[in-house]
């Protein structure tokens, strides 16, 4: 059982190029989640989904693009990174109903120059 | 806005100590509250979780959390720390299908 994956695992990017940030989830989960990990700021939500092409941003969505195509897939696109966007990205999963706790996956650590 | 407040940054303790770590959060409706570690290097994890009844919750590693609602807090505690508990804690409050986490609180155990 996989779980929930990221890919890549490390990105070096410059700025104004395009990023995209793969998660995959094998628990067929209802909701995806995007957080951006910033020292002091603990995790912030940038986009979550709550079905196969249902999006909504969350506190900081500005500058990035998602998708969901299919219920397992969750890409976070940064169109034209920025140096302010260098970042650790978790992606996490959660099953439908109030009382389920979301699922992590390993992270993405993103350096834009 | 809704917010959640963890009262220390950085925390250090000798092995064997007492830990009690502070979180707050700003709505007072009803709200599900999770403690989440992160391991150096590794993602987060569920330490503990509270959905309703006994504001006493039990989690993993001999981690237990105390809802008061009145206070709108919910403290992480463990009596006695390990070095293997040297990580960043996250308290976390679901607000409708978001999830709002504090800023963290890093906790290093001298040995």
């Known amino acids: 059982d996989a779980g929930i994956t990221q890919s890549p695992r490390y990105k070096i990017t410059e700025t104004g190029r395009q990023v995209t940030l793969m998660c995959h989830q094998t628990w067929s989960h209802s909701y995806m989640f995007w957080y951006r990990q910033d020292l002091g700021h603990g995790l912030r939500l940038i986009y979550y989904s709550a079905a196969a092409d249902i999006t909504d941003k969350g506190e900081v969505p500005d500058g990035y693009v998602v998708s969901r195509s299919k219920t397992e897939n969750f890409p976070l696109t940064l169109e034209s990174a920025t140096r302010s966007q260098t970042s650790v990205y978790f992606c996490?999963?959660?099953?439908?109903?109030?009382?389920?706790?979301?699922?992590f996956g390993p992270g993405t650590r993103l350096t834009v120059l | 806005a809704q917010s959640v407040s963890q009262h220390n940054h950085h925390v250090i303790l000798s092995e064997a100590a007492s830990l009690e770590l502070g979180c707050n959060y700003s709505y007072g409706g009803t709200v599900n509250l999770f403690w989440y570690v992160q391991y150096p290097g590794q993602h987060l994890q569920l330490l503990l979780k509270y959905f309703s009844g006994d504001p006493l919750v039990k989690g993993i590693k001999g981690f237990e959390a105390e809802f008061i609602k009145s206070k709108f807090s919910f403290n992480l505690r463990k009596p006695s720390v390990q070095w293997s508990d040297t990580a960043e804690y996250f308290c976390?409050?679901?607000?409708?299908?978001?999830?709002?986490f504090g800023a963290g609180t890093i906790l290093r155990v001298k040995s």
């Open positions: 996490a999963s959660r099953p439908s109903g109030p009382y389920n706790e979301q699922f």
């Open positions: 976390a409050v679901q607000y409708g299908n978001k999830l709002v």
